[in-house]
């Protein structure tokens, strides 16, 4: 089956600065790539998604590229603020009727 | 906040016990997943119902099985329990062909 790994498990960064998160996958077939941000205590929360046809994908702050080649994605985050601090993880799915996620990067935004 | 829906909220079994997770899925989504997480770990998949049936299974044995029923909650059942079954199971909606799967708040089972 498919394995996610995911780097690094801790991140810490100073408020301002930019923080990347990266992941790699084993199954060329999968074609989905989401990231969920997960606050203690609290439900994993969607911040953003790409599929295997895009390789990169921004949301304001936020932004994913893919490598299909060499089977890794990143997570992009510029500007990190205090309210960014929370665990992150991402997924790979082939036929979104499975999904394996990767093992979490806490993120901690000094202020 | 989304429409997912968990009971119990936290869970308290001894070993060889059985248990049973109930989730109710978000107004007009017809596919549930039901993921394992330990503490520190990312969620691990156990399985997926799409229209009452069993639509893809992650390496879990079959001690874990799950129904879902014509309104598409869903419930996760566990046999034997094993110590190492205390974890956060969350299980996660969406509509089918749909990429995004919005998560319930989880149901903590702790197994003494």
């Known amino acids: 089956g498919e394995n996610v790994e995911q780097h690094p498990s801790t991140l810490s960064v100073q408020e301002g600065d930019s923080a990347v998160i990266k992941c790699t996958y084993s199954d060329s077939a999968s074609n989905y790539f989401p990231w969920y941000k997960q606050e203690l205590g609290k439900r994993p929360q969607l911040i953003i998604d790409i599929r295997s046809n895009v390789g990169e994908k921004k949301d304001q702050r936020i932004a994913v590229t893919l490598n299909k080649t060499a089977k890794h994605f990143s997570l992009h985050i510029t500007e990190t603020q205090p309210e960014d601090s929370a665990v992150y993880f991402c997924?790979?799915?082939?036929?979104?009727?499975?999904?394996?996620f990767g093992s979490g990067t806490k993120l901690n935004v000094k202020p | 906040e989304t429409g997912v829906t968990q009971s119990p909220t936290h869970l308290i079994k001894t070993r060889g016990q059985q248990v049973t997770l109930r989730c109710s899925s978000q107004s007009g989504h017809n596919t549930v997943s039901w993921y394992q997480q330990a503490l520190g770990q990312g969620p691990q998949f156990i399985f997926q119902?799409?229209?009452?049936?069993?639509?893809g299974r992650g390496n879990f044995p079959p001690r874990f099985s799950g129904l879902q029923f014509p309104n598409y909650s869903s419930e996760l059942n566990v046999n034997a329990l094993e110590l190492d079954d205390s974890a956060l199971y969350l299980c996660?909606?969406?509509?089918?062909?749909?990429?995004?799967?919005?998560f319930g708040p989880g149901t903590r089972l702790l197994v003494l």
């Open positions: 119902y799409y229209r009452e049936e069993e639509n």
């Open positions: 996660a909606s969406m509509t089918a062909g749909g990429e995004t799967q919005y």
């Open positions: 997924a790979a799915s082939k036929g979104f009727n499975k999904f394996y």
